[in-house]
């Protein structure tokens, strides 16, 4: 059974940085790509951002490209989102997914698990 455990949401304000992690168990991480999409309160869910595979493709949607870096340990089976310069927009529910590519973006990845909350005050 696929899990991915997301952890590291929080409070913080307006400029400062978050580092979310996503554990991953139940399937061999290393010949997926991973990602992380966001749901804001009222707002369909939305992809942030992902990774192919080996990591050497990423993908970042536009409202969050330069202020946010997906990375990936294989060894630990964990995908990481460095997000600095948060802003209340940023509020959000932040989930894990996976799935076979990120050609096109993360439309094609699969969301699993309950997510993480990420609060920023202004």
């Known amino acids: 059974e696929v899990q991915l455990q997301a952890s590291g949401g929080g409070l913080v304000q307006a400029g400062e940085s978050l580092r979310l992690s996503c554990a991953a168990s139940g399937f061999t991480f290393d010949e997926y790509a991973v990602g992380w999409f966001r749901q804001a309160p009222g707002k369909a869910r939305e992809g942030v951002s992902c990774i192919s595979r080996t990591g050497d493709d990423t993908y970042y949607a536009d409202f969050v490209r330069g202020r946010f870096t997906i990375s990936r340990d294989n060894a630990e089976n964990t995908v990481y989102l460095r997000m600095y310069n948060l802003q209340p927009e940023d509020i959000a529910h932040y989930y894990c997914?996976?799935?076979?590519?990120?050609?096109?973006?993360?439309?094609?990845?699969?969301?699993w698990g309950q997510g993480t909350l990420v609060t920023v005050s202004s």
């Open positions: 997914a996976t799935g076979s590519t990120i050609v096109g973006g993360c439309k094609y990845l699969e969301v």
